[in-house]
């Protein structure tokens, strides 16, 4: 895990506020015990097994006086700022905002953000490459202007980041724009909307699945899905976009295993047939018929076309292949 902590650099008085911030630490618990993430060496160290079902708490090093004090120093009253928390899934780019609008003068130093084993957001589920936690204090009301005071609503007083990854994968997709470039180098048709491309060669000897697969799709669609992400309109055409990408995903290595009769999976990550395989299964009608290594390969070689109509379940998609095709959210 790492961090990143960014205070407003333009208005005076703010550093109460932003050293509070950077007291911040978020907290695992992993079934037996509480321990700050801080003790994983950097943002590939955290055990996928440790993500998973953790418990995740932020704890701030301040009490409501020193709050208070903070909020005076920077000529505004308590009530002028809200605390925010989102989380977001660094995979396919799932948000959530774990505290809304949390006004300073009821901080607590101990934040609950998701129980052991428990009901949890989306964008906490993705124990393969890991989340994203920023906290943010912001301005909550309209100010009359005054010299060295932020006064807009919605300013951003001081944030503090919470990088955590997995050792499966420490970077998550990105879907690129579809450029003319690309459409080009591809002898791709110009209104083309999804092009899945294997980013490595072999695909599926890869170690990590952002370095195995690129990702394009249409500019346009990729700015309304990373600007829109929920209501009917991001469900029909992220759907769409997400059926033709697993499906392009299968082709691919369809076509790489009918040239490799005698491939062998073996005890290697294989992060593209990790997916695929748990991509299936997700779409079988019976989970006692689950495929295991050794039969999805078999099903992707010799008869694609039926995997290919499992990505098509509603149930696949709705856990979490839609946010392959939509991005990151834009900022305000």
């Known amino acids: 895990m790492s961090t990143e902590s960014s205070p407003v650099g333009n208005f005076l008085h703010l550093e109460r506020i ?15 015990a509480w321990f700050p993430l801080t003790a994983f060496k950097n943002k590939a160290e955290c055990p996928e097994d440790v993500i998973a079902d953790a418990g995740l708490r932020l704890r701030i090093d301040a009490d409501q006086e020193l709050w208070n004090e903070a909020a005076s120093a920077a000529q505004l ?19 959530d905002v774990l505290v809304d609008a949390w006004p300073i003068n009821e901080m607590t ?57 997995s050792q499966l994968d420490a970077g998550g997709i990105n879907p690129k724009p579809l450029t003319a470039e690309v459409i080009k180098d591809n002898n791709l048709h110009s209104r083309t909307q999804l092009f899945v491309n294997a980013g490595l060669d072999p695909l ?4 990590v699945f952002s370095e195995a697969v690129e990702i394009y799709v249409n500019a346009d669609l990729l700015a309304a899905l990373a600007g829109r992400r929920s ?17 392009q995903l299968v082709y691919l290595a369809a076509t790489e295993l009918a040239a490799q009769p005698n491939f062998d999976w073996g005890s290697k990550e294989r992060p593209v047939l990790a997916f695929l395989l748990e991509k299936v299964n997700d779409g ?4 006692s018929d689950a495929f ?24 696949t998609l709705a856990k979490d292949a839609i946010r392959l095709v939509s991005g990151p959210a834009q900022e305000e």
């Open 204 to 207: 599926l000897e890869a170690e």
């Open 18 to 32: 932003s050293a509070l911030m950077e007291s911040a630490t978020l907290d695992l618990f992993d079934g037996t």
């Open 231 to 247: 209501g009917p309109e991001y469900d029909f055409i992220g759907t769409e976009l997400a059926v033709c990408a697993c499906q």
């Open 284 to 287: 079988r009608p019976r989970p």
């Open 77 to 95: 009253e308590p009530d002028d700022i809200r605390f925010f928390v989102i989380a977001e899934d660094t995979f396919l780019k799932e948000r």
């Open 292 to 315: 295991t290594q050794d039969t999805v390969v078999d099903l992707l070689r010799n008869k694609p076309h039926v995997a290919a109509a499992y990505m098509t379940s509603m149930v």
């Open 109 to 165: 130093e101990v934040i609950n953000l998701a129980s052991y084993r428990q009901r949890r957001p989306r964008s906490l589920l993705n124990s393969r490459s890991g989340l994203d936690i920023e906290v943010a204090a912001v301005l909550s009301r309209e100010l009359s202007p005054l010299a060295g005071r932020p006064h807009r609503k919605g300013t951003r007083l001081a944030s503090v980041s919470f990088h955590v990854r």
